[in-house]
């Protein structure tokens, strides 16, 4: 069956918490809308994607999706699919397109938006976002393919204990306290960044 021009989709909350009665929206979303959250689950897989719009459900981030399934045909998905970037491990990173960090290490990830990590304080020359940006350009960082939830390229890098240090010590430029208090903290070991295209 050829893709619809819009799916009556039912939304409903995934967010975890206490016994909580979240409301259940219901909406039309054109099929590109419904196509990139299946792709944020199953990435450019077309048997998974085909399995997936079929089933009628997915969960992606804190939503749940359902729909009316379909047996949908593969020319079609095909050509839905084509209109989404691809995956490019020949593309170069370019730190001014990059619009968030995250640093790993053990069971922490540390999100860091290009916003919170550029704001300097009075009398600052240099910002945190800045000493990120010197680790991301030595040596060692690799592709790590395409977010379609993110609509960006992924790099990811191991860093070394000089590193942390010096991301530890960059920290505490950052002007969000709970921010500056967990790059104090963490066990920091890989960097991984987002560049929109």
Do not use: N
């Not at 799916?7 to 918490?17: D, P």
């Amino acid at each position: 069956m050829a893709l619809p021009e819009t799916v009556r989709v039912k939304l409903s909350s995934e967010a975890a918490g206490s016994i909580s009665i979240t409301p259940v929206v219901v909406q039309d979303l054109p099929v590109r809308d419904l196509m990139e959250h299946v792709l944020c689950v199953a990435g450019k897989d077309e048997a998974r994607i085909q399995e997936i719009l079929l089933r009628g459900h997915l969960v992606s981030g804190a939503s749940r999706l359902r729909w009316t399934g379909w047996d949908a045909d593969m020319e079609s998905v095909r050509g839905v699919l084509a209109t989404f970037p691809d995956p490019d491990p020949s593309r170069p990173f370019a730190r001014e397109r990059c619009v968030r960090a995250v640093l790993r290490g053990g069971h922490h990830a540390i999100e860091v938006p290009r916003e919170a990590g550029e704001r300097k304080g009075l009398f600052r020359r240099s910002s945190f976002w800045d000493a990120l940006m010197e680790v991301a350009a030595a040596p060692g960082l690799a592709y790590a393919g395409y977010s379609y939830r993110d609509h960006a390229d992924r790099y990811v890098r191991e860093i070394s204990v000089e590193e942390t240090g010096r991301l530890r010590t960059a920290g505490e430029l950052v002007r969000y306290t709970t921010l500056r208090g967990q790059l104090r903290t963490a066990a920091l070991s890989s960097l991984e960044l987002f560049a929109e295209r």
